[in-house]
C-alpha cells in the first residue's frame, strides 16, 4: 500500500500540470453540482417554514355546543397526520380579522352580529404536510355533522408539492450530469497514464506482478484527484455562500455531514473512473 501511494504521488510530479487541470476541472464540476445543492438546500428551508402554515380549517355551524367540540378535537387529534388542533371561537374569529384587516375596520364597527362561524384550524406533522394526506384529513373532518365546511388551500398546496418534486429532479439530472462529466475526465486522464506508462507495465506483468499490484497506484491516484477536487469545490461552494449571504439573502449552508460529501463524492467519482479506465485499458498494454 505504501509503494503504490508513492507511485500515485509521483503521477502527480510527473505530470504537474494535467494533474492540475484535472483537479482543477473535477472541482468546478462538482462545484456546479455544490452550487445547485446550495439552492436546493435553502429552496427546501423556505418551504419547509412555508409548510409550517400549511393547515386545515373546519368551520362549525353555528349553536354547537363547546362539549361536543371539546370530544370531537380529542377524536382529530388522534388522527395520525394531526400535530395539533386549535378550537377558534366566533368571538375569536371576529377579533383576529379586525387585528388583521384593518382596511375594513369600518365594515366591522358596522356590524349588528358576528357573521364569522368558529372553527378548528389543524396542522399536521411533518411529512404529512402535502396535498394528498391533506385531502384526506379535510375529507375526514367533513364526515363531523357539525362541520359546515373545510378550507385548506388545495390549489396552493398542489403548487407546493410540485415546487418540492421539480426542485429534487433538477438536483438528480444536473447532479447526475456533471458527475458523469466528472468520470469522463478522470478516467481521460487516468488513460493518458496507463498508455504513459505501458511498457513498464508490461515489464510488471513479466516479473509477476498481478493486475490487482498494478491496478492500485492508479486507483489511489483517481481517488486523491477526486477528494482534492470535491474539497475544492466545497472551498469555492462556501465562498459563494458568503457572497451570496452577504449580497443577497440570508443563506444557510451545509452542516459538517453535508460538507464531508462534497469530499466522499469526489473520492468515489476519481475510484469510479480510475477503476473503469484501467480495467478497460489494462488489455491494451498485455506483453505479447
Do not use: C
Not at 364526515?143 to 398546496?157: N, P, S, T
Amino acid at each position: 500500500m505504501r509503494l503504490a501511494f508513492r507511485e500515485a504521488l509521483r503521477s502527480f510530479r510527473r505530470a504537474p500540470l494535467l494533474s492540475a487541470l484535472s483537479v482543477t476541472t473535477i472541482a468546478f464540476a462538482i462545484f456546479v453540482v455544490g452550487l445547485f445543492g446550495l439552492v436546493a438546500l435553502n429552496l427546501n428551508r423556505a418551504l419547509r417554514e412555508v409548510e409550517k402554515r400549511v393547515e386545515v380549517v373546519a368551520y362549525l355551524m353555528r349553536g354547537t355546543p363547546v362539549e361536543v367540540v371539546t370530544v370531537a378535537i380529542g377524536d382529530v387529534e388522534r388522527f395520525p397526520e394531526v400535530a395539533d388542533v386549535t378550537y377558534v371561537t366566533e368571538d375569536q374569529a371576529l377579533a383576529r380579522a379586525q387585528k388583521e384587516l384593518v382596511e375594513l375596520q369600518g365594515v366591522f364597527d358596522d356590524l349588528v352580529s358576528n357573521p364569522l362561524p368558529a372553527s378548528l384550524e389543524v396542522r399536521l406533522k411533518p411529512g404529512f404536510r402535502d396535498s394528498d394526506h391533506l385531502r384526506d384529513v379535510a375529507e375526514r373532518l367533513r364526515g363531523f355533522r357539525f362541520v359546515e365546511d373545510v378550507r385548506y388551500g388545495r390549489d396552493w398546496v398542489i403548487k407546493l408539492d410540485r415546487i418540492r418534486d421539480l426542485t429534487a429532479i433538477g438536483m438528480l439530472v444536473i447532479g447526475g450530469a456533471f458527475a458523469a462529466a466528472s468520470v469522463v475526465i478522470i478516467g481521460t486522464t487516468i488513460r493518458m497514464a496507463v498508455f504513459q506508462r505501458s511498457r513498464e507495465i508490461a515489464i510488471m506483468r513479466l516479473v509477476g506482478a498481478t493486475d490487482g499490484f498494478i491496478r492500485l497506484p492508479f486507483l489511489l491516484e483517481g481517488s486523491l484527484k477526486g477528494a482534492l477536487g470535491g474539497t475544492f469545490a466545497l472551498g469555492l461552494t462556501y465562498v459563494a455562500y458568503v457572497a451570496f449571504d452577504r449580497m443577497l439573502l440570508r443563506a444557510q449552508f451545509f452542516n459538517p455531514a453535508e460538507a464531508v460529501v462534497f469530499v466522499v463524492f469526489g473520492f468515489a467519482l476519481g475510484f469510479s473512473a480510475s477503476l473503469a479506465a484501467v480495467s478497460r485499458h489494462l488489455k491494451s498494454v498485455r506483453p505479447a
